[in-house]
């Protein structure tokens, strides 16, 4: 709440400041107060925009650059709306551009405050030493790698489960214990009470399902607490509003790219042998096969000698042409025609095929939870992970939507992929496993001393 109204008056006070440039380093007298206060309303509108992009979530979750870069999308979304309003009538007391003038000194202000605020939690709270509780080597480097971009941890090393009798004599020289999701039962719970009764933070990668119990609601039977556990799915008028609203939106959306469309069908085949849209079969809710529509990134029967295979980062397959429509998500436009059938969702887990699905099954029986929802163009796994990230970990995302669906949700998902379909790392593919250069802590702690 007090970096929401932190934003709103620096928003308002942007708007201030290029008044008083406007007027040569000062506000004129016979400026009507109630102008100025005007001002408060796009000003207050402004946190509508901030909190659908998800401005106001913890701090550790990014690193400064992403900080910075997460607010300057939407305020100049934001700014070139009420400019739209403005211009509608005679909504202002300055020109029309006013609002597009102020938003240089509006980002300026937004990236300074927020960026010192990063800067003075990092100095304040960051740098903490996190090992990492596994069950092998492999695990260890994996999980360790995730913190690449996290600037407020420093990875000590990891800790193998046959070397947990260490943790208790050396717990005081760490700050933070991640657990692997297979650490589970009593060591879980001896480690949770360990590391609680010596202050320490522990962060949980949740098993599957863990998030399936995470979303149950508690109830008194008797004299007896109770987790109520319903199956995954949306109710009757989640699915009346969140078909009325794909409707809506994929017909504003074909409008506006239609232009991309046009291009798009007249490159695509001239730049390589090939329809420009090709289809493929893909599973929808319920298990349902249907057929996805897509603009063609890659060479004609890329698939024909190697059999279905996800793509890899540098993949030869792909077209120059492809490499910038996958990039800014281009490829997937056609499937708004999926929604408009009613195959799809705007939001929604990303539809796989069959072939992978079964090989997923094997080892992830948690899967076909992900069905239990219209597929989507876009979703929670899209924006908040990597098109490289392994499918379990997406799998964690998905359900996480599925058992937490809401309206406001969507909301936020759609706006956020606008930023995402930006950064054109999320949309490299798979990187074979390499050693990151974590270090098991089991030597140096026998050796009393920290990596």
Avoid at 391 to 403: C, I, P
Wanted: glycine share 6%; net charge positive; aromatic share 12%.
């Amino acid at each position: 709440m007090i970096l929401a109204i932190l934003d709103i008056v620096l928003v308002y006070l942007g708007y201030i400041v290029t008044i008083w440039f406007y007027h040569v380093f000062s506000i004129p007298a016979d400026l009507e107060t109630l102008n100025l206060l005007w001002l408060l309303i796009p000003s207050a509108t402004a946190f509508i925009f901030f909190y659908f992009f998800d401005l106001y979530k913890n701090l550790r979750g990014s690193s400064l650059k992403r900080q910075i870069y997460s607010r300057i999308l939407p305020v100049v979304i934001f700014s070139f709306f009420v400019s739209a309003v403005s211009f509608s009538g005679s909504l202002m007391f300055y020109r029309k551009s006013f609002f597009i003038e102020a938003l240089i000194i509006q980002i300026i202000l937004l990236s300074a405050t927020h960026g010192g605020i990063w800067l003075m939690a990092n100095k304040l709270h960051g740098r903490k030493r996190v090992v990492i509780i596994c069950e092998d080597e492999n695990t260890g480097q994996y999980l360790a790698q995730k913190f690449n971009d996290h600037k407020w941890f420093a990875i000590s090393g990891y800790l193998p489960l046959d070397q947990i009798s260490h943790l208790e004599s050396h717990i005081d020289k760490f700050d933070v214990f991640l657990l692997s999701p297979a650490i589970m039962g009593r060591i879980k719970s001896d480690i949770l009470n360990l590391c609680i009764k010596n202050g320490k933070e522990v962060l949980i990668v949740p098993h599957v399902s863990d998030l399936i119990i995470h979303s149950a609601k508690s109830q008194q039977i008797g004299d007896m607490l109770v987790n109520s556990i319903y199956a995954p799915g949306l109710n009757i008028w989640q699915r009346i509003i969140k078909r009325c609203f794909d409707v809506f939106a994929c017909m504003i959306l074909l409008v506006l790219t239609s232009p991309i469309f046009l291009v798009l069908l007249i490159i695509i085949p001239l730049t390589s042998s090939g329809p420009a849209i090709y289809k493929q079969e893909r599973i929808g809710l319920n298990g349902k096969p249907y057929w996805i529509y897509k603009f063609r990134s890659m060479i004609q029967d890329a698939e024909k000698i190697t059999g279905p295979v996800l793509a890899e980062n540098n993949d030869s397959r792909i077209t120059a042409i492809g490499k910038f429509i996958r990039a800014i998500r281009l490829d997937e436009l056609p499937q708004l025609l999926n929604v408009l059938k009613g195959e799809m969702s705007l939001i929604g887990p990303r539809p796989e095929r069959e072939f992978f699905i079964s090989q997923y099954m094997e080892t992830l029986p948690y899967y076909s939870y992900r069905l239990s929802v219209k597929p989507g163009i876009t979703g929670l796994a899209q924006v908040l992970a990597y098109y490289s990230t392994t499918a379990e970990d997406k799998l964690r995302f998905d359900l996480l939507y599925v058992r937490n669906y809401s309206f406001s949700m969507d909301m936020k998902i759609l706006f956020q992929t606008l930023q995402v379909v930006l950064q054109r790392d999320r949309a490299q593919g798979l990187v074979k496993n390499s050693d990151y250069g974590y270090q098991s802590l089991t030597g140096s702690l026998e050796q009393d001393k920290v990596i």
